[in-house]
């Protein structure tokens, strides 16, 4: 069975210029999570989809970040635009059905930002 | 609402135990362990819920308490494989989003 694909791998930026990051999930997984994971920290929910419905984007910062979900598969989070302390890892991880299913996390992008 | 986890680091030799604890101010639902290796991604560990019992596989069990609302994760007999860091996942009702400690960095040392 295929894991969940991200790409790219690694990206640089300068600030103020935008970002986008995509996601293909495991196969008929439901839900999907964008996470963004700065060193040293435990991963942090940004957007959380169930199908192609958002379920809980409370920690995604709306003014420069936006994600969204093709036909309930593939999945976009884009940056525009781009500050320093967005640098970090961005991890995708898709669940079969909800949150209290096991989630499977994807290599993840590491962004830097200069 | 981010579980607290301790310790924060630990060392051991191959062989020795361990004990990572995760507790939340909040009542949970469930707990769910991950480790993470240096510039991989989290690998699902197991998921406790609330009323379930104890879980384990091979030599990595955890337990659930959830008056304490706090939970475990025993690492015995720990192999070279183990090195990582260990985060908990905590979700405090079913469906809603996980929120991760910030993680226990696992060394084990020949």
């Known amino acids: 069975e295929a894991g969940v694909a991200q790409s790219p791998r690694y990206k640089i930026i300068e600030k103020r210029q935008s970002v986008a990051f995509w996601c293909n999930p495991i196969s008929g997984h439901a839900t999907l999570y964008w996470y963004q994971q700065i060193l040293g920290q435990g991963p942090k929910l940004l957007i959380q989809f169930q199908n192609n419905g958002v379920v809980d984007d409370s920690q995604l910062p709306k003014d420069r970040f936006s994600a969204e979900r093709l036909k309930g598969v593939d999945s976009t989070l884009k940056i525009q635009p781009a500050k320093l302390e967005d640098s970090a890892v961005y991890l995708c991880a898709s669940s079969l059905y909800s949150s209290t299913d096991t989630q499977y996390f994807g290599p993840g992008t590491r962004l830097t930002v200069l | 609402q981010q579980p607290v986890q301790s310790p924060q680091a630990v060392i051991l030799r191959e062989g020795e135990d361990a004990v990572i604890n995760c507790s939340s101010s909040k009542a949970l639902y469930s707990v769910h362990w991950y480790r993470q290796k240096h510039g991989e991604a989290p690998v699902f560990l197991m998921i406790?819920?609330?009323?379930?019992e104890q879980k384990g596989h091979d030599k990595i069990s955890a337990s659930f308490n959830e008056k304490k609302q706090q939970s475990s994760l025993y690492l015995t007999a720990s192999q070279l494989s183990y090195s990582g860091t260990y985060f908990c996942?905590?979700?405090?009702?079913?469906?809603?989003?996980?929120?991760f400690g910030k993680g226990t960095s696992l060394l084990v040392t020949p």
């Open positions: 406790l819920l609330k009323g379930g």
């Open positions: 996942g905590t979700e405090k009702d079913s469906g809603y989003a996980l929120n």
